[in-house]
């Protein structure tokens, strides 16, 4: 390819970016470095006027993620993405993180990005599985304030630091950069929140890498190697973990993790296959990551025009209840987990629609079992009173808003102050919505009614199909004062209608 040529992709590369930018109303950060804090926040808001919703539910998407889904995310995405390049020259598919004080980067020997990867990373809740991959890499937002992608002829940056109205995490600013990157490769550069001080985030960032699990590492199905080198104040490698995968052991045809540690020149090595994870947990972590991610996109609640999704978003699996469960345990044992699932769904929902909802609303206590799953380990259980599986004070009104809109409330809740308190309760079922579920007793059937009143709202969520790849809800509003549930009163017994 000549000069001529390479300039060419080069300006074609950078009209994609700025035509994005443009289209979203952003100014870039060339720009708004001349202001002020309070000029750029004015200056955002009048641009953005019309975007302030996609805005709003772009920084509740990050910020419900946890800390360390980011890294999940770079390798499901480096694991989805094209090698034939690399497989050409005779090389092994790799992702490799470097982690500094300030930064961490990511590079992968993928084939490089296009218009249709850069529209995809800054598009949120279009049906594709690319443009799903979009919705998760914003993840990085959780750690970083910026973000600099070089691939091929792009380079560019997404910006969102606090007091922005998020339209920066999906509007991108070309940077010119004077490195050339072999081929094929693509850098992703994380500018870390609180640069220059040994902040808690940082810790935590060191901690989530120190502790990959397994189970995501042995489902990298594409990649052949996961490099995880870490540096100290000068920028010098301190230590490393290498994670050459085998994807099948000749004997018994099982995946193998090989973890090579090296630290002040000693190394360490150790192998794991996948059955070092009981096969039970990865399926049921694999259950809770597609309820979840069914939660997020669910459109019954959301704008339309800010989630869009299909079928084809996610790779629905069905799952079978002898592969979720050991032979061993209870039914009433595998009831909690099921239920602890539904709540799950209706976590994620609410997380993904108000912006203050997070994990201390959620006061059940059998949101212990979730903790398996290495998204929501950190949540711990809930050792408070349990009045409900959720309990919510609407702030800002947005939850109030979207149910008058949606027509599960009244009008007349719209002009209410203070906003109402929630006291949500799952009712999860592996089957129909229709089958009849029970409440315990008259003392739940009475505090149901005592907690529907002109300051606060009982809900029932019926979440169903959990096991099908379809899981959906029905939503009952103060059931027990306004009849939209047959309650059978001396067998405590819920027809749904």
């Known amino acids: 390819m000549t000069k001529a040529d390479i300039s060419a992709k080069q300006r074609r590369a950078r009209s994609v970016v700025e035509n994005i930018?443009?289209?979203?109303?952003?100014?870039?950060?060339?720009?708004?470095?001349k202001m002020d804090a309070k000029t750029r926040r004015q200056m955002q808001e009048a641009l953005c006027k019309k975007n302030e919703m996609i805005g709003a539910s772009i920084i509740s998407l990050v910020k419900n993620m946890r800390d360390g889904r980011f890294i999940f995310e770079l390798l499901k995405n480096a694991n989805d993405n094209s090698f034939t390049r690399a497989i050409t020259l005779g090389k092994g598919a790799y992702v490799s993180f470097d982690i500094y004080k300030d930064r961490i980067i990511v590079e992968c020997n993928e084939d490089g990005f296009d218009e249709a990867s850069v529209q995809a990373l800054c598009n949120v809740g279009q049906s594709t599985k690319a443009e799903a991959q979009g919705i998760g890499f914003k993840s990085v937002f959780r750690v970083a304030y910026q973000v600099h992608i070089q691939s091929g002829h792009?380079?560019?940056t997404l910006t969102h630091r606090e007091e922005d109205s998020g339209m920066g995490m999906i509007s991108p600013e070309w940077e010119e950069t004077a490195q050339e990157l072999p081929t094929p490769l693509t850098r992703m550069t994380l500018y870390i929140h609180?640069?220059?001080?040994?902040?808690?985030l940082r810790r935590r960032i060191l901690r989530h890498f120190r502790k990959l699990d397994s189970s995501i590492l042995l489902s990298l199905q594409s990649l052949e190697g996961v490099e995880i080198r870490f540096h100290d104040e000068d920028g010098d490698e301190a230590s490393s973990s290498s994670l050459p995968m085998n994807h099948c052991d000749q004997d018994h045809d099982a995946l193998i993790l090989e973890r090579i540690y090296t630290r002040d020149g000693d190394t360490t090595c150790t192998k794991q296959k996948d059955h070092g994870v009981p096969a039970a947990i990865r399926e049921y972590r694999a259950l809770l990551s597609q309820v979840a991610e069914q939660g997020r996109c669910s459109r019954v609640l959301q704008d339309p025009q800010i989630v869009q999704?299909?079928?084809?978003?996610?790779?629905l699996k069905t799952f079978n209840e002898k592969d979720l469960f050991h032979d061993d345990l209870t039914q009433a044992e595998r009831d909690k987990r099921v239920e602890a699932a539904g709540q799950l769904y209706v976590f994620e929902l609410l997380s993904s629609?108000?912006?203050?909802?997070?994990?201390?609303?959620?006061?059940?206590?059998?949101?212990?079992?979730?903790?398996?799953?290495?998204?929501?380990e950190e949540i711990g259980s809930w050792t408070g009173s349990e009045t409900s599986d959720f309990v919510y004070k609407d702030m800002g009104g947005v939850l109030t808003k979207v149910l008058v809109e949606k027509g599960f409330l009244q009008k007349k809740w719209r002009a209410r102050r203070p906003w109402p308190k929630y006291y949500i309760k799952v009712k999860?079922?592996?089957?129909?919505?229709?089958?009849?579920?029970?409440?315990?007793?008259?003392?739940?059937?009475?505090?149901?009614?005592?907690?529907?009143?002109?300051?606060?709202?009982?809900?029932?969520?019926?979440?169903?199909?959990?096991?099908?790849?379809?899981?959906?809800?029905?939503?009952?509003?103060?059931?027990?004062?306004?009849?939209?549930?047959?309650?059978?009163?001396?067998?405590?017994?819920?027809r749904p209608h």
């Open 353 to 376: 629609l108000c912006f203050r909802f997070d994990h201390s609303d959620w006061t059940s206590t059998l949101r212990k079992y979730v903790t398996v799953h290495p998204d929501y």
């Open 154 to 156: 792009y380079s560019f």
């Open 21 to 33: 930018a443009k289209n979203h109303g952003y100014l870039g950060e060339e720009v708004y470095a």
């Open 428 to 494: 999860t079922t592996t089957g129909a919505w229709d089958e009849p579920f029970s409440i315990e007793g008259k003392a739940e059937y009475e505090k149901m009614k005592a907690l529907s009143t002109d300051k606060s709202i009982y809900i029932i969520f019926r979440v169903f199909n959990l096991y099908s790849g379809e899981v959906d809800f029905k939503m009952y509003i103060n059931p027990a004062v306004e009849e939209s549930l047959e309650i059978v009163e001396d067998r405590w017994i819920v």
């Open 194 to 200: 609180g640069a220059g001080t040994e902040n808690a």
């Open 309 to 315: 999704t299909d079928e084809d978003l996610l790779e």
